[in-house]
């Protein structure tokens, strides 16, 4: 038997690092490497523990620029290329211009772009042409409406809503669950469904919820993985889904008509 060749192993390969900030009890860190390419790492660091339950209080508390900054100060050793705060509460909390006073802050801490979940919601909104929301969260009342006020704010109008009222454990929630909230949120024809919080699963719903509905679904962690990559110039990988594959978008491009004629599109 001849030795084996190992001159193709010249790796690994080199990787491009994203930095992640996460609060304290995000549990989902395999969720979101799901989106990432194989020459992307990761670089996870939470936020310190405060024993508060899911609450606009929590909210406020782990996305505290003080907070961020250190968290972000303990990835800049690794030099990663754009830094995502993965909290969607923390961090639609302020509005948008706490949302964009985050990343200023983040940026700032770290000498590196920087990203918010919220802020790549509504740049998600966008790239679909969504003008149109219907939302599902695993949060209480209080903080579903930060979330509904937020969106609004945005110029973007939410035609239903579903919650589930929860303080804890919301990475517990299963698939089915959600599912059966997303069927209630989208009763009066939104153009895209939201799925909210990095803590509530969602990787391999989105697919299926698709089809179901018809209409683009994002989710928190999507979203971020999406929105992180692309300022790589990279896209996040993943099962066929609207936001990652702009050939899962819309239905069939219709035909121009004579006479600048457009036709009319049907509702099923």
């Not at 149109?132 to 035609?159: D, F, I, K």
């Not at 683009?216 to 990652?244: C, F, K």
């Amino acid at each position: 038997m001849g030795t084996m060749d190992v001159s193709f192993l010249g790796g690994p390969r080199p990787q491009r690092g994203v930095g992640v900030v996460a609060p304290f009890d995000f549990a989902l860190d395999r969720e979101l490497w799901r989106w990432v390419p194989d020459d992307v790492s990761l670089h996870l660091t939470r936020t310190p523990y405060v024993p508060v339950e899911v609450s606009l209080d929590l909210a406020r508390l782990v996305s505290e620029h003080e907070t961020l900054d250190d968290a972000v100060r303990t990835l800049t050793a690794i030099t990663p290329e754009v830094v995502a705060y993965a909290c969607t509460s923390g961090s639609f909390v302020g509005g948008i211009a706490g949302e964009r006073a985050m990343c200023a802050a983040m940026t700032r801490a770290g000498e590196v772009p920087s990203i918010t979940t919220s802020g790549a919601l509504l740049e998600a909104l966008a790239a679909l042409g969504a003008r149109r929301v219907a939302l599902v969260t695993p949060y209480t009342v209080s903080v579903t409406r930060a979330l509904q006020e937020y969106v609004a704010e945005a110029g973007v109008e939410v035609t239903g809503c579903a919650y589930m009222g929860l303080t804890r454990h919301i990475w517990k929630v299963p698939y089915r669950d959600v599912v059966a909230m997303a069927h209630k949120a989208v009763r009066r024809s939104p153009d895209v469904l939201f799925i909210s919080c990095t803590n509530l699963p969602t990787y391999d719903v989105i697919p299926q919820l698709e089809a179901e509905l018809r209409i683009p679904v994002i989710s928190a962690n999507q979203v971020t993985m999406w929105a992180a990559l692309s300022r790589l110039g990279t896209r996040a990988v993943g099962p066929y889904q609207a936001l990652i594959d702009p050939a899962a978008r819309s239905g069939p491009v219709l035909p121009q008509l004579p006479d600048g004629e457009q036709q009319q599109e049907g509702r099923s």
